[in-house]
């Protein structure tokens, strides 16, 4: 696990907890030195990345953003300011699974590690399924999606939900029902499921901008059409 946060106090506390808990860590506080080490080959022996905004050489969406590049599914959680939306909502545009807002509680921050984690390595609950709605079919083992055959580049969150969606499909989900289910959490910015709707829109709908399979209920949330292959 990568920490790379720029404040000596705040990674030593947050490597502290997460060691504390059996998790190997190690921390960078700069921005260039992260992003190479996230786009090479060293990489391959991190499991989670706890990602700062505001960071010396490069900052924490650009870093992201080349990592995504390479890793789509490596999971990221951002550090943000509190009360800056639009920072946590670019964060999550470049694909951040995930964020917490500083200050933060060191346990909190914990919780959503483990949170994430779980979801991409899930516990094992029965036989694995081949959901299959209209182009889209995902092998829940596997976690593999694709469309028409073709491989999707989902990150965790973005696979996680598309997965709730394809297992209920035709069903109305409000975004606090989608938050619980998909996310884990029973509070949250709710932003965080719309941002993930768009993006996952723009992998999955030929025109997201006339979205065709996850559908906008108004006054509701979401859902996902399409004709279901038994």
Same mark, same amino acid.
């Given at each position: 696990?990568?920490?790379?946060?720029?404040?000596?106090?705040?990674?030593?506390?947050?490597?502290?907890?997460?060691?504390?808990? $059996?998790?190997?860590?190690?921390?960078?506080?700069?921005?260039?030195?992260?992003?190479?080490?996230?786009?090479?080959?060293?990489?391959?022996?991190?499991?989670?990345?706890?990602?700062?905004?505001?960071?010396?050489?490069?900052?924490?969406?650009?870093?992201?953003?080349?990592?995504?590049?390479?890793?789509?599914?490596?999971?990221?959680?951002?550090?943000?300011?509190?009360?800056?939306?639009?920072?946590?909502?670019?964060?999550?545009?470049?694909?951040?699974?995930?964020?917490?807002?500083?200050?933060?509680?060191?346990?909190?921050?914990?919780?959503?590690?483990?949170?994430?984690?779980?979801?991409?390595?899930?516990?094992?609950?029965?036989?694995?399924?081949?959901?299959?709605?209209?182009?889209?079919?995902?092998?829940?083992?596997?976690?593999?999606?694709?469309?028409?055959?073709?491989?999707?580049?989902?990150?965790?969150?973005?696979?996680?939900?598309?997965?709730?969606?394809?297992?209920?499909?035709?069903?109305?989900?409000?975004?606090?029902?989608?938050?619980?289910?998909?996310?884990?959490?029973?509070? $949250?910015?709710?932003?965080?499921?719309?941002?993930?709707?768009?993006?996952?829109?723009?992998?999955?709908?030929?025109?997201?901008?006339?979205?065709?399979?996850?559908?906008?209920?108004?006054?509701?949330?979401?859902?996902?059409?399409?004709?279901?292959?038994?």
């Amino acid at each position: 696990m990568l920490v790379v946060e720029d404040d000596p106090t705040v990674a030593e506390v947050v490597v502290s907890y997460l060691e504390r808990v $059996g998790h190997r860590t190690r921390s960078i506080g700069d921005g260039l030195a992260a992003a190479a080490l996230l786009t090479g080959t060293e990489s391959a022996d991190i499991d989670l990345v706890i990602l700062d905004l505001m960071l010396p050489g490069l900052d924490g969406i650009e870093i992201c953003r080349r990592l995504r590049q390479v890793h789509p599914q490596l999971p990221v959680i951002m550090l943000t300011a509190l009360g800056e939306e639009d920072d946590r909502i670019a964060g999550l545009e470049v694909g951040a699974d995930d964020y917490v807002t500083k200050p933060f509680s060191p346990r909190e921050l914990v919780l959503r590690v483990e949170s994430v984690l779980r979801r991409r390595v899930p516990a094992d609950a029965g036989p694995p399924q081949l959901l299959s709605v209209g182009p889209l079919t995902l092998d829940t083992a596997a976690r593999r999606a694709c469309k028409n055959g073709v491989e999707l580049s989902l990150t965790v969150r973005e696979l996680d939900l598309l997965s709730y969606l394809m297992s209920h499909p035709g069903t109305a989900f409000t975004r606090t029902e989608l938050m619980s289910a998909v996310w884990g959490w029973t509070f $949250g910015d709710q932003s965080t499921v719309t941002v993930h709707v768009r993006r996952v829109r723009e992998k999955i709908e030929d025109d997201p901008t006339q979205p065709q399979l996850i559908q906008t209920v108004w006054g509701v949330g979401y859902r996902l059409d399409g004709m279901v292959n038994q």
